[in-house]
């Protein structure tokens, strides 16, 4: 049986012009919507909400990568560490300080997994520190938490809780959050109170009267 060369080529361009090329990147981006992540070729033809076969979108553009690339979705693998290294820098100039994986995980479609990063530097916070980024460690984190508590206890008049804490990284993201104070603190149990107890320290040290109920005395 024979075909024509050109008239299998309108063929097929007939049959490309069913979907236009936007059409197939919300198709795209709606999957990586239901998935909660940039979806593979298996992945995507697995899915019984996408109307659009792999085959077509790699017909439209070359290839399944350039294809999630001109959707916005960054394919999981293949990046190089540079490029890893980029999207951080890129991120933590958008946001104004070093990121977080929550941060990642809140832009999913757009940006590498916090596992990836994982997976290709040893740990996120190796990622971060090779893009430049300051990522205290240990001890270090636990006196700028401490320095953070004795700022804050000041603006409060008192030592903070838990919620005090919450509420002042709602204004200033840049603290940890309270749970990461409440896990830097290695006692059986009560670690807020532990961690209040290092605050009045460093207070006391600085020549501030804590009074046993936390308060500060001369406080307004």
């Known amino acids: 049986m024979r075909i024509d060369e050109a008239e299998l080529a309108a063929f097929r361009a007939g049959l490309r012009r069913r979907y236009t090329d936007e059409e197939i990147l919300e198709q795209l981006r709606a999957a990586a919507d239901r998935m909660g992540r940039s979806p593979t070729m298996r992945e995507f033809a697995k899915d019984p909400d996408a109307r659009v076969h792999p085959q077509t979108v790699i017909e439209h553009f070359g290839t399944w990568n350039a294809a999630k690339r001109a959707a916005g979705l960054y394919p999981r693998r293949f990046l190089t560490r540079e490029e890893l290294l980029a999207q951080l820098q890129a991120l933590?100039?958008?946001?104004?300080?070093?990121?977080?994986?929550?941060?990642?995980?809140?832009?999913?479609?757009?940006?590498?997994?916090?596992?990836?990063?994982?997976?290709?530097?040893?740990?996120?916070?190796?990622?971060?520190?090779?893009?430049?980024?300051?990522?205290?460690?240990?001890?270090?984190?636990l006196e700028r938490a401490v320095e953070q508590g004795a700022t804050l206890a000041h603006d409060l008049g008192r030592l903070p809780k838990m919620a005090d804490w919450a509420e002042a990284r709602r204004v200033n993201p840049t603290l940890l959050s309270e749970w990461q104070v409440y896990r830097m603190l290695d006692v059986p149990r009560g670690a807020w109170t532990a961690f209040q107890y290092l605050v009045r320290e460093r207070l006391r040290a600085d020549g501030v009267d804590v009074q046993p109920d936390g308060s500060l005395r001369g406080a307004d």
């Open 92 to 141: 933590g100039s958008e946001l104004g300080r070093t990121p977080t994986a929550r941060d990642l995980a809140a832009r999913r479609r757009s940006l590498p997994s916090a596992s990836l990063y994982a997976h290709t530097f040893g740990s996120l916070g190796n990622a971060l520190r090779e893009a430049g980024f300051e990522v205290l460690q240990g001890e270090e984190r």
